[in-house]
C-alpha cells in the first residue's frame, strides 16, 4: 500500500518483482542497485539459498526523483519463484502498489510462466485484488540466449499478456530493457495513486 506522508512530502510505493524460478528478478535488482547513483538507493538486502535462489526475498529501495514536489521512494521487492515457496510468496506480495512479472523466454519455460501468472492471480485475489486493476508490466527476459531456444517477444505476447499491458523484451544480465521496465511500472503506480487522490 501506498504512503503519502504529508509532513515530509514523500510517496513509498512497493513494486514486486514475480515470476517463476531463475527468470532472472534478482539479476533485475542487482543490475538496477549498480547502475542507480549511490544517493539514489539505499542498502539492498538478499535473502537467498546457498546456490543463490532467493528464499525469501531481495529489497531495493530507490529514491526516483519528485512529483508536485514530494519525494518518490519506490521499494523493490522479488518474491521467490520456485513453486513450493507459496507462502512466501503471498506475504512478499501483500501491499504491493504494481506488480512487474518477469518472463523466462526460453521456449521450454514457457509452462512455468503461465503457471506463474495464475499463481500471481490467484495470491491477489486471496488478498481481494483483481490482477486486471493492479498496476502490471511484463518483461520477456532472456532475450540474449539463442534464436532457437527462445519465444519471440510477438510470440510471448500472444501467449502471455493477456490483459495487454506494457511489456519488454530484455536482457538482465546486460541490463537491456531493465530501466524501460521499471519507469513503466512506477509510471503506472503514480498515474494510480494520483487518480485515487480526491480532487
Ligand atoms: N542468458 C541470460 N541469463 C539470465 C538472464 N537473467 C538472469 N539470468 C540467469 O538466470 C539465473 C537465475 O537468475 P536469478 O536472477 O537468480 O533468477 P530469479 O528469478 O531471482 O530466481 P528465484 O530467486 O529462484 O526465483 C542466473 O544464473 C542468471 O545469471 C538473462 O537475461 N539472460
Ligand atoms: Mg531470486
Redesign the pocket.
Known sequence: MSLVNFTSREITCKIVYYGPGRSG??TNLQYIYGRVPEDRRGRMVSL?TQT???LFF?FLPLELGSISGFTTRFQLY?V??QVYYNATRKLVLQGADGVVFVADSQIRQLDENIESLQNLQANLLEQGIDVRTIPLVLQYNKQDLPSDLILQVADLEEQLNFRMVPAFGASAVVGKGLFETLRAISERVLRKLSEAQPA
Open positions: 528478478k534478482t537467498a543463490d535462489r532467493t531481495d522479488t521467490p519463484g
